[in-house]
């Protein structure tokens, strides 16, 4: 049917154009998926280089108070380090490049019960694992569990700590 988001004009380009712009356009994504893949590549290497940094508390040679403080002076929020620490520590290398960090997130939001199934899931290709449908589930299931997208309960504390580091210095 016309008007549909998914069937987009053909007629939008000249002919004799046409070609040439495919062409360019199929070089491009092929930048696109290598970029992509290098920035999950990268945020595995920021992980382990964000728990080094946050177990040895090396922070504190640069005086920084907390290890938030340290967050801050490189750019980084402190609930994403902690986040991505989780994620390295749970996952190994090859999951976390085959799934990626955003959809691993969102199976570590869901229901501790369904996280194997999902991960599962989300290796074999099965429908249902794309980030936008898990968010959707976390969407539709948020009411039941009391838990927001934070993945605090309703003392507002995290539900755990990052395995494998002494406690969570601020």
Avoid at 101 to 113: H, K, N, S
Wanted: with cysteine.
């Amino acid at each position: 049917k016309a008007g549909k988001k998914s069937d987009p004009p053909t007629d939008i380009v000249p002919a004799e154009k046409k070609a040439k712009m495919l062409s360019e356009l199929e070089t491009e994504k092929l930048v696109i998926r290598k970029s992509q893949s290098n920035m999950v590549e990268s945020s595995y290497e920021l992980g382990q280089s964000l728990r080094k940094i946050h177990t040895g508390e090396l922070w504190r040679a640069e005086g920084h108070k907390e290890f938030r403080e340290f967050c801050k002076s490189v750019g980084i929020s402190h609930s994403f380090a902690y986040n991505l620490m989780k994620l390295v520590v749970k996952h190994d290398h090859e999951t976390f490049l085959e799934i990626g960090p955003t959809r691993l997130e969102l199976i570590a939001r869901a229901d501790p019960g369904d996280q194997p199934l999902l991960l599962d899931a989300a290796k074999e290709g099965k429908p249902g694992t794309s980030v936008r449908d898990l968010r959707g589930k976390l969407k539709d299931s948020k009411g039941k569990t009391g838990k927001g997208k934070t993945g605090k309960g309703k003392t507002g504390k995290s539900d755990s700590a990052i395995p494998g580091t002494p406690g969570r210095p601020k």
